[in-house]
Nanobody, 118 residues
């Protein structure tokens, strides 16, 4: 399975971005993780093909994950972005069940940079 992440960019604090992750084949769950410089990769959100979603508690009020099963694309809508959201965002895929642990995900995309200016 190949994953293509896109949608990152430069945005001012308070702005929004929508990330996309296109999968080349069906998977059970696709999730988003992020990694800031000098920090460990952290879980953001995940969504399985049955519509079950999980979010990092600190992000669930601002971020929304969704998917289009027809073209195997998962989206991450990020609103009210803050400077601390700045990171490389990775999408990853695994077979069921859905989990929040990066080590459980088998397939990874190349990452897309999100930069938030204050």
């Amino acid at each position: 399975v190949q994953l293509q992440a896109s949608g990152g960019g430069l945005v001012q604090a308070g702005g929004s971005l929508r990330l996309s992750c296109a999968a080349s084949a069906p998977t059970g769950a696709i999730g988003w993780f992020r990694q800031a410089p000098g920090k460990e990769r952290e879980f953001v959100a995940t969504l399985d093909l049955l519509g079950r979603s999980l979010y990092a508690d600190s992000l669930k009020d601002r971020f929304t994950i969704s998917r289009n099963n027809a073209d195997r694309t998962v989206y991450l809508q990020m609103n009210n972005l803050k400077p601390e959201d700045m990171a490389v965002y990775f999408c990853a895929a695994k077979y069921l069940p859905v989990t929040t642990k990066a080590g459980d995900y088998t397939y990874w995309g190349q990452g897309t940079q999100v930069t938030v200016s204050s």
